[in-house]
């Protein structure tokens, strides 16, 4: 399985849905029912795949494939650093 | 016994409140690795989860229930100050109102004709309180070699801002509620 959809995974499991149910397009917002369940999700995924994000990242994102694109990024960072 | 309906929903926010608490670090408190911050915050969730208990307790004394009330106070602060998108920011937002908290608390404490259920609750409360702002103070400042001391400087004194503008706006909105129990926020 590739990074991302050990992301992709991690994100719907941690939003209590299915992979199939976060596609790149999809709207975070429109994933949960309250913005603390955003925080937790970024909290996860930093844990989880040992990122860190900054709110200035996180203004930028909109979408999974975005927020996808941001946990791959600050991975490939820590693997060449 | 029966008490106003001031003070039945006042009460019954403190326990919405600390409910609020509780959820969002247990599943902070879940999602962490193994570490000292996963420690603190696990007690601190139970603490949370003790407080509401506390208040319900105390609402069951008074004679009344627990009124159902919508989002919680903290709920406002994302949209005020943005969503934490780390832990150092967690842990600023989460100072910012736990010092709005004990602020709160105590100016209950010495308003007057407070029952002594009440009273009593809320000096429970309050030992828990100095730990969560201890722990978490300490916390931050181990956090300034990975975070920098002027960015958690930064973070803090946005969330103040946010802080102030949400206490502000909710003291306005249930003025008739809260009556005395309004904190001078200059």
Redesign the interface.
């Given at each position: 399985m590739s990074n991302k959809e050990r992301v992709r995974e991690k994100i719907a499991e941690t939003l209590g849905h299915t992979s199939e149910m976060v596609p790149d397009d999809a709207e975070l917002t429109s994933l949960v029912n309250?913005?603390?369940l955003?925080?937790?999700l970024?909290?996860?995924l930093?844990?989880e795949f040992d990122v860190?994000?900054?709110?200035v990242?996180?203004?930028e994102v909109v979408t999974v494939g975005q927020l996808l694109d941001l946990v791959g990024s600050r991975m490939a960072e820590k693997s060449s650093g | 016994m029966k008490i106003d309906e001031n003070l039945h929903w006042i009460l019954s926010f403190y326990r919405t409140s600390e409910i609020s608490g509780a959820l969002f670090f247990g599943e902070l408190a879940r999602s962490l690795r193994p570490s000292a911050i996963q420690q603190d915050m696990t007690r601190h969730f139970a603490d949370e989860a003790n407080h509401a208990r506390y208040w319900t307790d105390c609402l069951d004394k008074l004679g009344v229930q627990p009124l159902k009330l919508p989002a919680a106070y903290q709920n406002q602060y994302l949209a005020a100050a943005g969503m934490p998108t780390n832990l150092m920011e967690i842990l600023a937002i989460t100072q910012v109102f736990e010092k709005r908290v004990v602020s709160q608390y105590t100016l209950h404490a010495k308003s007057p004709n407070v029952p002594d259920i009440v009273g009593d609750t809320i000096k429970t409360i309050m030992k828990d309180e100095q730990w969560h702002l201890r722990w978490i103070r300490d916390a931050l400042k181990d956090m300034e070699a990975e975070y920098g001391a002027d960015n958690i400087k930064d973070t803090l004194k946005r969330f103040t801002l946010a802080d102030r503008e949400v206490y502000e706006k909710t003291a306005l909105e249930h003025q008739e509620r809260i009556g005395d129990l309004r904190l001078a926020t200059k």
């Open positions: 309250n913005s603390f955003l925080v937790e970024v909290i996860e930093q844990e860190r994000f900054q709110q990242d996180m203004n | -």
